[in-house]
């Protein structure tokens, strides 16, 4: 048993490492994502680099490594909520830590790099309630177009994961080991993003949605 349960975990990691965005983008464009904008894989930067379809798909597809990732942990360790869990942590893992994708820093160290986790992260809210897409996404998605900044957007979905799974896990009708998978993956976003989130302080981070809008209509207009 602990050696499937160690066989699941490794494979989710490797799944959640796949760079899709690097793939895609690479196909539509003939970009490196990796050279454009944040460097990251994931959807957002995937959008930058070679369009809103791009975006999209990157997104789906890194979504699918979350929901895959719960699937295999379901099949080789059926009825054990606690390595579903880690399974889909472990995946969101991959994705901002790609094993695939190793670059130096800025002091000249290796390291590990990926996208920012938003997308696994709902993938992984599927695939432990389905439904939790119905509530994530639009929310999700108010936030893209009103905040105005990817990167809050990114840490919304784990935030409202976590509403979602604690709220459940208080009526009675989730079990609290899914609480536990919001606030990790909550806090591996929020670690991904210390970049962004600095930018957000100093006000330089980039706009997206009725932010960015309205901020391209005043320059038209003092041209």
Do not use: C
């Amino acid at each position: 048993m602990v050696f499937r349960i160690l066989v699941t975990l490794a494979i989710a990691y490797l799944i959640g490492g796949i760079p899709v965005g690097l793939f895609i983008v690479k196909m539509i464009s003939g970009k490196d994502v990796r050279h454009v904008g944040s460097g990251r894989v994931g959807g957002t930067n995937a959008m930058r680099a070679a369009g809103l379809a791009a975006g999209v798909l990157t997104a789906a597809l890194d979504a699918g490594k979350g929901i895959l990732a719960g699937y295999l942990a379901s099949v080789l360790v059926p009825s054990n909520a606690w390595v579903k869990v880690a399974a889909v942590i472990f995946a969101v893992v991959g994705q901002v830590y790609s094993v695939f994708l190793v670059r130096r820093n800025s002091l000249g160290k290796r390291e590990l790099h990926g996208g920012a986790g938003g997308s696994t992260t709902l993938g992984g809210a599927i695939s432990l309630f389905p439904l939790s897409w119905a509530i994530i996404l639009p929310l999700a998605l108010l936030v893209f177009v009103f905040i105005g900044y990817a990167s809050v957007t990114t840490i919304s979905i784990a935030f409202f994961a976590l509403v979602i799974f604690v709220v459940r896990a208080i009526s009675g009708t989730g079990p609290w080991v899914h609480a536990l998978y919001g606030g990790v993956t909550l806090i591996i976003v929020l670690i991904a993003l210390q970049p962004n989130l600095k930018r957000l302080k100093h006000g330089t981070e980039r706009v997206v949605g009725l932010r960015a809008w309205r901020k391209k209509k005043a320059e038209n207009k003092a041209q």
